[in-house]
């Protein structure tokens, strides 16, 4: 065989490669394939400090109740995918207490009425170990779940998600979280550069801004799939139940 035919064969190899034990989620722009074996769930920044009155999220100006329409949605999908045994991983925005990990160009923007690292209702703003810097109860990490500190809104600077997901073999990431336009979407696009194909949840993720929610999720699968892919939760569980999780 030529040296042309072979790279030939392992194109359309790697193009028609689908996952080994394949589930299919209707999705935008096209079909999500998945197998369990190598998916994770992300659950991107589900803290008090977006949710919950006297946060960061609040302290931007941003009316918090708007993010709280994924909780219910993503506490199903968090009860399904660990029954199917899926890798469950979940991420925190946050800083280090002496605000070393902080650009100073992160305290400075947005002129909030609380900075990070202020004092606030719920503890010192978006503070690792803080009350306010916490997940939701509703949401709460199991033991053993990996949680990923993070002081950027993308999920891979700075943090160690990337060998966590090497490590487990992963290759598909179903992504939720807050914020659509902000920490999802900055995650997806980490990710897709990486090489992993994302499908996000749409009623899994939230903004304080329905359109620029709208738009972000329009963006992700635009092009044929340019970041990835989208669906409603309810098409993901469905394909979850196909194994006999409820
Ligand atoms: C923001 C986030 N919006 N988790 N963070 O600052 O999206």
């Given amino acids: 065989m030529t040296s042309t035919a072979s790279a030939a064969d392992a194109t359309a190899a790697a193009l028609s490669a689908g996952p080994?034990?394949?589930?299919?989620?209707?999705?935008?722009?096209?079909?999500f394939e998945f197998d369990p074996a190598t998916t994770a769930l992300l659950v991107i920044d589900m803290q008090r400090d977006?949710?919950?009155?006297g946060g960061f999220g609040e302290s931007l100006g941003n009316d918090v109740s708007r993010l709280r329409t994924t909780i219910e949605p993503l506490t199903r999908v968090l009860a399904a995918?660990?029954?199917?045994?899926?890798?469950?991983?979940?991420?925190?925005?946050?800083?280090?207490?002496d605000l070393s990990d902080l650009p100073p160009a992160k305290?400075?923007?947005?002129?909030?009425?609380?900075?990070i690292g202020d004092p606030g209702p719920m503890g010192r703003i978006l503070i690792r170990g803080e009350y306010g810097h916490g997940?939701?109860?509703?949401?709460?990490?199991?033991?053993?779940?990996?949680?990923?500190?993070?002081?950027?809104?993308?999920?891979?600077h700075a943090t160690e998600l990337a060998d966590l997901l090497?490590?487990?073999?992963?290759?598909?990431?179903?992504?939720?979280?807050v914020t659509t336009e902000v920490c999802v979407h900055t995650t997806v696009?980490?990710?897709?550069?990486?090489?992993?194909?994302?499908?996000?949840?749409?009623?899994?993720?939230?903004?304080y801004f329905p359109e620029f929610h709208r738009v972000a999720l329009e963006m992700v699968a635009a092009q044929g799939g340019i970041f990835g892919w989208v669906a409603p939760c309810a098409d993901y569980l469905a394909a979850l139940a196909s194994l006999g999780v409820s």
Avoid: W
């Avoid at 090489?195 to 749409?202: F, S, W």
């Fill in 189 to 207: 696009r980490e990710a897709n550069d990486r090489g992993y194909d994302c499908l996000v949840l749409a009623d899994c993720v939230g903004s």
């Fill in 81 to 97: 995918t660990r029954e199917a045994g899926i890798m469950v991983v979940h991420t925190r925005e946050g800083h280090l207490p």
């Fill in 166 to 177: 090497a490590g487990a073999g992963i290759e598909r990431l179903v992504v939720t979280g």
């Fill in 135 to 156: 997940i939701i109860d509703e949401l709460a990490p199991l033991p053993g779940e990996p949680v990923i500190d993070k002081p950027g809104k993308g999920a891979f």
């Fill in 20 to 31: 080994a034990t394949a589930l299919r989620v209707p999705a935008r722009p096209y079909d």
């Fill in 50 to 53: 977006f949710l919950e009155p």
């Fill in 107 to 115: 305290l400075r923007r947005g002129q909030a009425t609380l900075r």
